[in-house]
């Protein structure tokens, strides 16, 4: 499958929104989604298919920490390597901002998604007790870590 990833912007939202509510039980808003564009503190990258959207991933960043906010692989293009490829570029983006980690949430039953973050490097690093609703779940907690903590 051929694909490019690139900078989400504005002329995305519409999409974007129909895909959150597509792979998430409790989507985001628009506005919540607005807010991740890319600026200085946010990086929103997605997986294209000419005009076609198939995944993405977004990130805050303060300082030197980096905070994963959604990924998500259109249900009709899972298992085909997207969702690697977007966290991948992601921790570029992240090493080129000299971050010390970036870390994120993700259902304790979503197997997939913890094996995928664990090819990356990411470490189970905590539980966050009833993170999650609909149906109400514990998230586990994975960092990727660039430098020793001091």
Not at 16 to 42: G, I, N, Q, V, Y
Not at 62 to 76: F, S, T
Not at 98 to 107: C, H, K, M, Y
């Amino acid at each position: 499958m051929e694909y490019t990833i690139r900078n989400a912007n504005e002329a995305d939202l519409d999409v974007l929104e129909e895909m959150e509510a597509l792979c998430f039980s409790s989507p985001w808003k628009r506005s919540t989604l607005e807010w991740f564009l890319p600026d200085d503190r946010h990086e929103f990258l997605l997986a294209v298919q000419g005009d076609k959207i198939l995944g993405y991933i977004n990130l805050l960043h303060v300082m030197d920490e980096g905070y994963i906010g959604n990924v998500a692989v259109h249900p009709d293009y899972r298992r085909q390597g997207l969702g690697s490829a977007l966290v991948k570029t992601m921790l570029s983006r992240c090493a080129e901002l000299e971050l010390l980690f970036a870390t994120l949430e993700v259902r304790s039953s979503n197997a997939p998604a913890i094996g995928l973050y664990a090819a990356h490097g990411f470490e189970s690093v905590g539980r966050r007790k009833d993170y999650y609703d609909r149906p109400k779940e514990d998230a586990i907690l994975m960092t990727y870590y660039w430098k020793e903590l001091e």
